[in-house]
């Protein structure tokens, strides 16, 4: 699940956006509006979290144009303004949720999943290809019964093959969810994380998962013959 992260103080973004990625959600930041405006016609996203004092377009009208074009992703206000005012136009505009800065870290990460359940009907859904569950509510991943231990980018990669189960994702498609946009990793880099998403695969007994390579195509997460 990818999260758009709008907010305009750079290291602020840095250590929510790290947070984050530790709790296996890939993020992008955007540090403006324009930008986050310009994100949000062309990319697919499971959450925004918006701040609303933005440079070159207020974080009100970005989801004024969001809300516009009909994209009903959830979004989550997270600001200083915190006003009572400010609270009310940002719900009427079209907010799923309002949080006022500073905040509690574990209050944030809470709402996030409140939110991620809510638009998934609040209905528990566990992915499986043969011995591997993904559980999309606590995002973890199980093999064989037994939770299987992965880095931040690792847990990315895999459920990006996870949730595209039976379909071969392209190299290109990998790349842009597991890798935000500020990041200058190379595309190479995807294999280094198949490689070692292979190795740890390899330890399954029954209903053993394997990664395909297609030459050209992308890769396939399947069940090993």
């Known amino acids: 699940m990818r999260i758009l992260l709008v907010e305009d103080h750079i290291e602020l973004s840095r250590w929510l956006a790290k947070a984050m990625r530790d709790a296996h959600l890939t993020v992008e930041c955007a540090h403006n509006g324009a930008d986050a405006d310009s994100l949000l016609l062309t990319q697919d996203y499971a959450l925004v979290i918006l701040d609303l004092t933005l440079p070159r377009m207020d974080g009100l009208e970005v989801l004024k144009r969001m809300r516009g074009r009909g994209n009903r992703t959830p979004v989550l206000i997270l600001t200083a303004r915190g006003g009572l005012a400010d609270r009310v136009s940002g719900l009427n505009m079209g907010a799923d949720d309002y949080l006022a800065k500073p905040f509690e870290l574990e209050e944030l990460e809470a709402r996030i999943k409140a939110l991620l359940r809510r638009s998934q009907n609040n209905e528990a859904l566990t992915l499986t290809c043969g011995a591997l569950s993904f559980d999309t ?86 069940v090993v013959p």
């Open 137 to 222: 509510i606590s995002r973890t991943f199980s093999y064989g019964g037994e939770l299987l231990a992965l880095t931040p980018r690792e847990h990315a990669v895999l459920e990006a093959l996870m949730v595209r189960n039976g379909h071969t994702v392209p190299k290109e498609k990998l790349f842009q969810q597991v890798f935000s946009l500020e990041n200058n990793a190379s595309m190479d880099a995807i294999e280094i994380y198949i490689h070692r998403l292979r190795k740890k695969l390899e330890q399954g007994g029954p209903g053993r998962v394997g990664i395909t390579t297609l030459r050209g195509l992308g890769y396939l997460l399947q």
